[in-house]
C-alpha cells in the first residue's frame, strides 16, 4: 500500500498570501496525483488531477506540481474561501486509493 | 448539473447490516465509474469501493473486502453498497463520487453510526 504523508498538518495563512502544502509519497506515483478541497460541514470537491491538471471551474490561483514522491499545491493570494482542508490522494497502484492525512489552512 | 444524492444511513449495531444508496443526475451515469468514499467523525478520507461504468468490475481495500458489496443500476442511474457485518469502526459518513482513479463528482454524504 501507498502511504501519502501530508505536510504541515496545519497552516496559517493571511489572507492574500500564498499557501504552499507539501504530499510525499512512500514510493514513486508518477503524476498520478489528485488534490481535494474539503469546507466545514461539505463534502470534498476535486482541485487538481494529473499532479498540475485543474478541471473546469477550479480558479487559476490553485495549482499543483510534483512528480514521483514529492508533490504541492501552491495557492496564490488566499482569497477567504479557500481556508479549508486540503488532501491528497494517490492512483498510481491501487488498489488501495489512498489519501494523506490532510493539511488545515486556518486564517492568520 | 451534476447531482448524486445519498440515502440508507442511520444508526446500525454491530453486526448489522445496512444498504445506501446513491442517485445519480446531470450526466451520463452508465458511462462512469463509480465510488464510494468515507470519513469518520474528525478524520480523513478512506477510499471504500470502485465500480466499473458496465458493473463488471468492482475493487475493495481489505478493511471492507468480504463484508461489503457494491453495485449499480444503470437503468436506475443509482449505485449502492451493502454493508455487512458493520463494526464500530465503520462508522463515518459515506460519499457517494463519480471516478475511477480521482473522483470528479461528490454527493454530500449519508452517515452511518454503528453503535449499540
Known amino acids: 500500500e501507498i502511504v501519502m504523508t501530508q505536510s504541515p498538518a496545519s497552516l496559517s495563512v493571511s489572507p492574500g498570501a500564498r499557501a504552499t502544502l507539501s504530499c510525499r509519497a512512500s514510493?514513486?506515483?508518477?503524476?498520478?496525483l489528485a488534490w481535494y478541497q474539503q469546507k466545514p460541514g461539505q463534502a470534498p470537491r476535486l482541485l487538481i488531477y494529473?499532479?498540475?491538471t485543474r478541471p473546469t471551474g477550479v480558479p487559476a490561483r490553485f495549482s499543483g506540481s510534483g512528480s514521483g514522491t514529492e508533490f504541492t499545491l501552491t495557492i496564490t493570494s488566499l482569497q477567504s474561501e479557500d481556508f479549508a482542508v486540503y488532501y491528497c490522494?494517490?492512483?498510481?497502484?491501487?488498489?488501495?486509493?489512498?489519501f494523506g492525512g490532510g493539511t488545515k489552512v486556518e486564517i492568520k | 448539473e451534476v447531482q448524486l444524492l445519498e440515502s440508507g444511513g442511520g444508526l446500525v449495531q454491530p453486526g448489522g447490516s445496512l444498504r445506501l444508496s446513491c442517485a445519480a443526475s446531470?450526466?451520463?451515469?452508465?458511462?462512469?465509474?463509480m465510488s464510494w468514499v468515507r470519513q469518520a467523525p474528525g478524520k480523513g478520507l478512506e477510499w471504500v469501493s470502485t465500480?466499473?461504468?458496465?458493473?463488471?468490475?468492482?475493487y475493495y481495500p481489505d478493511s471492507v473486502k468480504g463484508r461489503f458489496t457494491i453495485s449499480r443500476d444503470n437503468s436506475k442511474n443509482t449505485l449502492y453498497l451493502q454493508m455487512n457485518s458493520l463494526r464500530a469502526e465503520d462508522t463515518a459518513v459515506y460519499y457517494c463520487?463519480?471516478?475511477?482513479?480521482?473522483?470528479?463528482?461528490w454527493g454530500l454524504g449519508t452517515l452511518v453510526p454503528v453503535s449499540s
Open positions: 490522494q494517490q492512483y498510481n497502484k491501487w488498489p488501495p486509493l489512498t
Open positions: 494529473a499532479a498540475s
Open positions: 446531470g450526466f451520463t451515469f452508465s458511462s462512469y465509474a
Open positions: 465500480i466499473s461504468a458496465s458493473g463488471g468490475t468492482t
Open positions: 514510493q514513486s506515483v508518477g503524476s498520478n
Open positions: 463520487t463519480g471516478g475511477f482513479n480521482w473522483f470528479d463528482y
